[in-house]
């Protein structure tokens, strides 16, 4: 019977896995061509029973932690590592794998936290954990494809070719500036907000959420 279910419980596990490599990119491009409508298919599923959510793709989290774990992967195969002669603080993160990817699901979760509280902060609902669930679901696909990219551009600076490094420039700028401009257009949603503190607000949390992210990353160095 014992062995019945471990039989079982691998099958599931296979086809989880496997059925990644289907829904992994197809969450990512229809995050890339339709993020908004990716956002609220996210909160629609939300109101549906938890058996039958994200049926047509990963859920946000997994999604942002895959991204992540793909990321890692492909630092990896280019051989980009921690540094020579890590701190402290470096020492207990990069210490091993696990430990390295939690601190970075972490910093890439920091952005779809600041910006769920601020949608619900400016909207004047009450923010807990049931009502904080769905902006925050919403905005680990935008994390997801966005980490992603940056994490292709970044491997691309720190190639020796020009090219590489431009391209990489590019990509890192191109990205960075369509993530704040969806952030603004999904702010406008809120009601009263006019397009100008929109995009106040979205440039404003944008630059402080990635300075906490970088001044995290600086500790670490």
């Not at 938890?50 to 946000?60: A, D, F, N």
């Not at 006019?194 to 995009?199: G, N, Q």
Request: net charge neutral; proline share 5%.
């Amino acid at each position: 019977m014992n062995a019945m279910k471990i039989l079982q419980s691998v099958e599931e596990l296979l086809y989880e896995v496997m059925s990644w490599l289907l829904f992994y990119p197809r969450t990512l491009l229809m995050t890339l061509r339709h993020p908004l409508r990716t956002m609220h298919y996210s909160d629609a599923e939300q109101r549906d029973k938890p058996e039958k959510q994200y049926l047509e793709t990963l859920s946000p989290p997994l999604f942002l932690v895959l991204s992540i774990l793909l990321a890692h992967g492909l630092e990896l195969l280019f051989g980009v590592g921690p540094t020579d002669e890590p701190n402290a603080a470096s020492r207990f993160i990069t210490g091993n794998e696990q430990n390295l990817l939690a601190f970075r699901a972490l910093m890439f979760s920091l952005h779809p936290l600041v910006f769920a509280w601020a949608f619900l902060k400016l909207s004047g609902h009450r923010i807990d954990r049931e009502s904080l669930r769905p902006p925050f679901f919403a905005q680990c696909y935008l994390a997801g494809a966005t980490s992603i990219l940056v994490s292709l551009g970044t491997l691309g600076v720190q190639e020796p070719s020009l090219w590489s490094t431009l391209a990489g420039i590019v990509l890192i700028g191109v990205i960075t500036l369509w993530y704040i401009a969806i952030q603004r257009l999904w702010l406008a949603a809120v009601p009263g907000l006019s397009r100008w503190k929109a995009w106040a607000w979205a440039i404003g949390l944008y630059l402080l959420t990635t300075g906490l992210v970088v001044t995290a990353n600086a500790l670490v160095e």
